[in-house]
């Protein structure tokens, strides 16, 4: 069998000699900064009401946007002029609008497990926002000092 015509490696390709190293078992040190993760993580009922949060306050604007091109187009095939302006505007607003609401209903919950909040959720929004911008700018301040 003849064997195939030498070429070059291209820079990206891998070696085909290189030998598999054997795996070995996850230090304790690993282990314990996974542990440390899952203690961060966000508990199952506050994630919950996060997701109905964002359903409902970002689900609401983007079905009335989609809906909006239906409507146009009904306006528009009855004779009445819209400009393409007014459909653009009126569209592109309630998907931002939908935009919006996606960080708002993530802010809005109470991220207490034991409290549920208020329907609205405006002062849990301040509260989390708040704490959002705190943890930032200690992060940041953090950033810069092992810099």
């Given at each position: 069998?003849?064997?195939?015509?030498?070429?070059?490696?291209?820079?990206?390709?891998?070696?085909?000699?290189?030998?598999?190293?054997p795996k070995?078992?996850?230090?304790?040190?690993?282990?314990?900064?996974?542990?440390?993760?899952?203690?961060?993580?966000?508990?199952?009922?506050?994630?919950?009401?996060?997701?109905?949060?964002?359903?409902?306050?970002?689900?609401?604007?983007?079905?009335?946007?989609?809906?909006?091109?239906?409507?146009?187009?009904?306006?528009?095939?009855?004779?009445?002029?819209?400009?393409?302006?007014?459909?653009?505007?009126?569209?592109?607003?309630?998907?931002?609008?939908?935009?919006?609401?996606?960080?708002?209903?993530?802010?809005?919950?109470?991220?207490?497990?034991?409290?549920?909040?208020?329907w609205f959720?405006?002062?849990?929004?301040?509260?989390?926002?708040?704490?959002?911008?705190?943890?930032?700018?200690?992060?940041?301040?953090?950033?810069?000092?092992?810099?």
């Amino acid at each position: 069998m003849p064997s195939e015509p030498k070429r070059d490696r291209l820079p990206f390709e891998p070696n085909q000699k290189k030998k598999k190293t054997p795996k070995q078992p996850p230090s304790p040190v690993i282990a314990a900064k996974k542990e440390q993760a899952s203690l961060k993580a966000i508990p199952e009922e506050v994630s919950k009401r996060m997701i109905k949060r964002m359903a409902l306050f970002s689900g609401i604007p983007t079905a009335l946007g989609m809906s909006s091109f239906f409507v146009f187009y009904l306006v528009v095939s009855h004779g009445i002029k819209v400009p393409n302006y007014a459909v653009f505007a009126v569209s592109l607003g309630l998907f931002g609008l939908g935009v919006l609401g996606l960080s708002y209903g993530i802010f809005s919950t109470s991220w207490d497990e034991n409290r549920l909040g208020s329907w609205f959720g405006w002062e849990e929004c301040k509260i989390n926002f708040g704490r959002t911008l705190e943890a930032w700018r200690s992060g940041k301040k953090e950033a810069k000092g092992n810099s």
